[in-house]
């Protein structure tokens, strides 16, 4: 069984390694670690989380409690629950991400920046398990207004953008996201490096 001075200690490069041999007791108690403000226990908490999810659906039981994080007050909460969900969404066989959609894609308008982009970049672990929100997914990301954003965030979060928008184009080919891609490559805000790492996704 977990204890937090194994957790602390454990290295964190290793931890996708622990998450595999994760005993049923355990995922309660990561999921109530999620909760402590000190981050040594939290963020390890948070990876093993995710880690597991990759792999098994015993997390996904837990999908209300990371909905709730949704509305918390607390940046790290709100990017918590993100990532959970978007991590979990490959078990959600009843479909429970439809409901939850425009709350979690709210989010690309969240009040902090590293909440905004930790939204999107989620987004790429959604698009694969997920079909019936692609287009709307796709609409709301068009729509983001870059240039509103604050200028050492303008370029992130138009790649962030790009690596979702490419990612569902590949498997349902789309001439609007194709002329989205298009307008950014020949803009001004990506650099020659930004682009040519675009133009390799294709």
């Known amino acids: 069984m977990l204890t937090r001075e194994k ?12 998450a595999l041999t994760l005993e049923k007791d355990d ?16 963020y390890p908490s948070f990876l093993l ?14 999908w209300d409690t990371f909905i709730d994080k949704l509305n918390d007050p607390n ?4 990017n918590i629950g993100l990532r959970l969900i978007a991590a979990n969404v490959r078990w959600d066989k009843q479909g429970k991400f439809d409901a939850v959609c425009d709350r979690f894609l ?12 930790q939204c999107i970049q989620s987004l790429c672990s ?5 079909t019936s929100c692609r287009s709307k997914i ?4 068009m729509a983001i207004d870059i240039s ?9 979060v138009l790649l962030d953008i790009l690596s979702v928008l490419i990612l569902i184009n590949k498997e349902s080919p789309d001439k609007a996201i194709m002329a989205y891609i298009q307008q950014a490559l020949t803009g001004g805000l990506l650099d020659k490096k930004s682009k040519a790492m675009i133009e390799a996704q294709l």
């Open 148 to 156: 509103q954003r604050q200028e050492s965030q303008q370029k992130l």
């Open 106 to 117: 709210a989010h690309c308008n969240d009040e902090k920046p590293v909440t905004v982009r």
């Open 7 to 18: 957790i602390e200690a454990y290295p964190k490069e290793n931890l996708s390694e622990l």
């Open 75 to 78: 940046s790290f909460q709100r």
């Open 126 to 130: 959604v698009v694969p398990f997920n």
């Open 27 to 42: 995922i309660p108690q990561l999921v109530d670690w999620l909760s402590e403000k000190d981050d040594k226990i939290r």
């Open 49 to 62: 989380l995710q880690a597991r999810s990759e792999k098994f659906n015993n997390v996904y039981p837990y």
């Open 138 to 141: 796709v609409e709301t990301l």
